[in-house]
């Protein structure tokens, strides 16, 4: 058996150092700062995005590092630490949505969706990316890409946006708008406001209904892990990823379709409604029993008892509820397994391994089909566990996972 992959996070300074290198070593020239933006966990409220529901993430202590230089044209030049030899180009002037391939449409959509944006002053850059948020584990690896593009040209080009939350929802939207029309990729904010709006020792709660402003749908939640001796491990399985096969799309036109019987404008007011019942239970019932199908019903149900489960593990977590909030875990992985019907064996295996050895709660995390799972342990409990679920996937003859330790982290920031 191996021993698994557990990926520290980069200090500030290590970091920096590294982009810095990267930057002189491929331009021969000195960059004009450093820029972090982390990676996200959503802790709780799976699959409630899109039916206006509640979610939580916490920004990661790992992170991409981008060394950055303007340029006085529209060239862009970039390079990574995964290749770095393998500098690469584009052209600003003239270029139009989904005009580049490969990993370089992350940072120079970024710069090409601040110019759409009426930022005439973007120009090119020169830049150097050095990252720790493992890519491809459902840990927003892009979204930590785009937003400390978005606020070194922020900073760089002088357009004042980065110093303030309000500044900041700006910023967001060129970091979707590089996700969505330049590189392709679907995404609904919530990586991105992880990555640009959390403060250290907290989780950010998202509320995702669309009469809000992006103002008005976040706030910053006590979740101080430290203070309770407590750490998130996070295991990437590695298993194969399944979302391109319609899976997706099927459950959300499915909750859609549910909304339109329930004569709501989306699950969220349901699932309001049933929460300020007198008797919540029966208003559950009634509400499901609406509904004419059972795969419908179970959809339902994962997203009405998924919107109430953010509110109770914000409440249990405040209030040093420790096992409360590991229960809801639990009750979050059941319900994505049972109901919502989009864990994989890995996902499964993994959870039931951190439970049977001293996890708090674990549940899956993320879109499903693949991806990560998330665990509440001791502090310092984190590598050993992780070993255990590796072994058992050498046992069942899975992928080697891939794990780290996180403690709810910063936001963004100008490293130096």
Known sequence: MSTVQFIKPLSGAEGSARASELFRTTYDDQEAGVWSAPGRVNLIGEHTDYNAGLCLPIALPHQTFIALKPRQDDVVRVVSDVDPDGMTSANLDGLEARGVEGWIAYPVGVAWALRQMGFTKVRGFDAAFVSCVPVGSGLSSSAAM?????????????????????????????????????????????????????????????????????????????????????????????????????????????????????????????????????????????????????????????????????????????????????????????????DYEVTVPELDVAVDVARANGAYGARMTGGGFGGSIIALVDSGKSEDLAQKIADEFARQGFHAPRALAAVASASARKVR
Do not use: W
């Open 146 to 338: 785009t937003c400390s593009t978005a606020l070194a040209l922020d900073d760089v080009f002088d357009l004042g946006y980065g110093h303030s939350d309000a500044g900041r929802v700006t910023l967001i939207e060129s970091a979707m708008k590089s996700e969505n029309e330049m590189a392709g990729a679907s995404t609904g904010g919530l990586d991105q406001n992880a990555s640009m709006r959390c403060t250290a020792g907290h989780a950010l709660l998202l509320d995702c209904r669309p009469e809000l402003t992006p103002l008005e749908n976040t706030s910053q939640q006590t979740f101080d892990l430290t203070s309770h001796g407590l750490e998130l491990l996070v295991v990437d399985t590695q298993a194969p990823h399944q979302l391109n096969d319609g899976q997706y799309a099927q459950r959300r036109a499915t909750c859609e379709e549910a909304a339109k019987v329930l004569k709501v404008a989306n699950l969220r007011v349901a699932a309001d409604g049933i929460s300020k019942a007198d008797d919540p239970f029966q208003a559950l019932k009634e509400t499901l029993d609406a509904l004419p199908d059972e795969v419908m019903k179970k959809r339902v149900r994962h997203v009405v008892t998924e919107i109430a489960r953010v509110r109770s593990f914000v409440r249990a977590f405040a209030n040093g509820r420790i096992e409360e909030a590991g229960r809801l875990f639990n009750a979050s992985h059941d319900s994505l397994k049972a």
